[in-house]
């Protein structure tokens, strides 16, 4: 069974860089046709899809974000992580990490982080 | 972006009742559409993907049905745990957006 897990600080300063690991476990991040992506939730309000990254490395960003994120692999530690710059109070939300997986050629996210919450605050 | 719009955004109902939720794309997405359940405090559950594939695991209760621009999840028996927020999802394009939830709660 794949479990996906979120960690990084919870507290971060506005201006500051935000920075989140989610480790892989009950599978090798590399096996599989999947990609790896980051999604937030504000309190009390929807999904926001920020980003993914397969394996390969290649990667694919929410362009209403992407001037501040960047999302890196490591496939020897099966974690992947999230780095989203200049964060503002709009930022605050659980931040969760899930797994997007093919069948039959339509994607989905299958397995989920139970998420973080990252609150910004001075 | 594509826009996902869902409705309605809430509603109530009892256990025993059919409960239909409807998600709208703002342009044709195929069937590239997912659901999910989301309870308080947790992370969503993926119900159905392609429109109408249901997930191992999920109840027969549950079905989903659309293609194009026009979607709906459909609970024929409403069970008491499934008294959640639903979220549609299109995965057509990047970016990948979800509708804006619609939260089943008792009546």
């Known amino acids: 069974q794949v479990q996906l897990q979120e960690s990084g600080p919870g507290l971060v300063k506005p201006s500051q860089t935000l920075s989140l690991t989610c480790t892989v476990s009950?599978?090798?991040?590399?096996?599989?046709?999947?990609?790896w992506s980051w999604i937030r939730q504000p309190a009390g309000k929807g999904l926001e899809w920020i980003g993914r990254?397969?394996?390969?490395?290649?990667?694919n960003y929410n362009p209403s974000l992407k001037s501040r994120v960047t999302i890196s692999v490591d496939t020897s530690k099966n974690q992947f992580s999230l780095k989203l710059s200049s964060v503002t109070a709009a930022d605050t939300a659980v931040y969760y990490c899930?797994?997007?997986?093919?069948?039959?050629?339509?994607?989905?996210?299958?397995?989920w982080g139970q998420g973080t919450l990252v609150t910004v605050s001075s | 972006d594509i826009q996902m719009t869902q409705s309605p955004s809430s509603l109530s109902a009892s256990v025993g009742d059919r409960v239909t939720i409807t998600c709208r794309a703002s342009?044709?997405?195929?069937?590239?559409l997912n659901w999910y359940q989301q309870k308080p405090g947790e992370a969503p559950k993926l119900l159905i993907c392609?429109?109408?594939s249901l997930q191992s695991g999920v109840p027969s209760r549950f079905s989903g049905s659309g293609s194009g621009t026009d979607f709906i999840l459909t609970i024929s028996s409403l069970q008491p745990e499934d008294f959640a927020t639903y979220y549609c999802q299109h995965s057509y394009s990047n970016p990948r957006t979800f509708g804006q939830g619609t939260k089943v709660d008792i009546k």
């Open positions: 392609a429109a109408s």
């Open positions: 899930a797994r997007g997986s093919y069948s039959s050629g339509y994607e989905a996210f299958d397995y």
């Open positions: 990254i397969y394996t390969s490395g290649g990667t």
């Open positions: 009950g599978g090798s991040i590399s096996s599989g046709t999947y990609y």
């Open positions: 342009q044709n997405i195929n069937i590239y």
